[in-house]
């Protein structure tokens, strides 16, 4: 077996609204969960544990919290749960937590560091497989600048992973979410681990803590539908304040929303992926999910930088490399980052400070 079904070792990399929510849901399920935060939010963990406040009222429980990977040791699952800027600097803290057969599940919006990570040699057993595709056509410059997350986290060890739960954060330590938590799971390559059954306990982990859990064979798909919701919402919401709800119906949005979906969908396609919905289908999605602020617009409302990177700018340049026109997605991508320029510049007046 190649970890305790019953007790697997789980941490959680981030302790923001996603980390604290599903921290606070499996450690109210019973798993004992580890958490890796810094600053205020290690502070009130440490003193309080964490706290989920949803629907059904406010759950508490306590987790062990730590500032380094290394007090923390090996784990069976690693949950990543920052923004996508902040992982290639993670990297020396992920290292302690990994043994032979821990699983790595980056919870994290955008285009993932590993999406071309699927041209692998087949491995012989208790080896990484290793990249037949030379590292520079693997490597997505704007999610993984100097390509080591590429070079130094086995394809075979994450399990992609696509998050629809919204959440924020009230305090340090303590996240709200309101809407039911939904995810999306499945091997990057085929790996010998798939067939021990890793993906089992990790839904019927997920499962425990209260979060509906798909896995899919076609992870990929899953996460270019994803990165087509937030391409056509999250830079959106930052230039006008909507919601959801507000989005996704007001006409002339909607316009706009169906130009980033075509240009999303061509890029996904020249890749071989295939989007899960229709234009329509992400419409009446985003409508039903109703008065919900984007990641992105709570990181501008708090004077942050903005996840636009791998929301944007990974969409970019996957379409540059395949010369696919996306012209709307280069208009949003200036323009959000004119909102995030001034923004940034009235956060650090005011002596706030840029998250990384
Ligand atoms: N919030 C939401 O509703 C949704 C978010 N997502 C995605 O989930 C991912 C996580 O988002 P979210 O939880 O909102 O983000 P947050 O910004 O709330 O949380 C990220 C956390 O990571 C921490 N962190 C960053 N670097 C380090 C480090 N070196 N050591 C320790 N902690 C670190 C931050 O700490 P610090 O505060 O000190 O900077 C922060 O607590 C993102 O990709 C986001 O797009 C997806 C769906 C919905
Ligand atoms: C699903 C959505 C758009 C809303 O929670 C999200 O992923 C985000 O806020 O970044």
Redesign the pocket.
């Known amino acids: 077996m190649l970890f305790s079904i019953a007790s697997p070792r789980i941490a959680i ?7 604290t929510t599903l921290a606070a849901r499996l450690a109210v399920a019973g798993y004992t969960v580890s958490v ?4 205020d ?1 290690l502070a009130a963990i440490k003193r309080k544990g964490v706290c989920l406040i949803d629907q059904q009222g406010q759950h508490t429980a306590s987790v062990i919290a730590a ?1 380094n990977g290394g007090e923390l040791g090996k784990q069976d699952i690693v949950f990543l ?4 800027h ?1 992982v290639p ?2 990297l020396p ?1 992920l290292q302690p937590l990994f043994g032979q057969h821990t699983c790595l599940v980056p ?4 285009t993932p560091w590993w999406l071309l990570m699927d041209a692998v040699e087949p491995c012989a057993a208790n080896t990484a497989p290793i990249a037949t595709a030379p590292i520079e056509t693997v490597h997505i410059k704007a999610v993984d600048p100097e390509g080591e997350l590429v070079r130094c986290l086995p394809a075979s060890a994450i399990i992609g992973c696509v ?1 629809y ?5 009230q305090a340090p330590g303590v996240a709200i979410s309101n809407t039911p938590p939904r995810l999306i799971v499945g091997d990057i390559v085929a790996t010998p681990d798939a067939a021990n059954g890793r993906m089992e306990t990790l839904v019927k982990v997920l499962e425990n803590g209260g979060i509906t859990t798909r896995h899919t064979e076609r992870i990929r798909d899953a996460v270019w539908s994803k990165i087509a919701a937030n391409l056509t919402s999250n830079p959106l919401s930052v230039m006008t304040g909507a919601t959801l709800a507000q989005l996704y119906s007001h006409p002339s949005l909607q316009k706009v929303v169906s130009q980033l979906f075509e240009e999303t969908h061509l890029t996904a396609q020249a890749y071989g992926g295939r989007l899960e919905m229709t234009l329509q289908e992400l419409l009446d999605l985003g409508e039903r999910m109703g008065a919900v602020r984007t ?1 992105m617009l ?2 501008y409302q708090l004077g942050r930088a903005l ?1 636009l990177a791998a929301i944007v700018e990974g969409v970019i340049e996957l379409a540059d490399r395949k010369r696919i026109p996306v012209p709307t997605i280069k208009s949003i991508l200036h323009l959000t980052r004119y909102f995030e320029d001034s923004a940034l510049r009235q956060s650090h007046a005011h002596g706030g400070k840029e ?2």
Do not use: F, Y
């Open positions: 990399v981030g302790a923001g609204a996603i980390g890796l935060a810094r600053g939010s500032d749960c920052t923004k996508a902040s600097s993670l803290q919870m994290v919006n955008g998050v739960i919204s959440a924020h954060l990641s709570q990181d996840e998250n990384s």
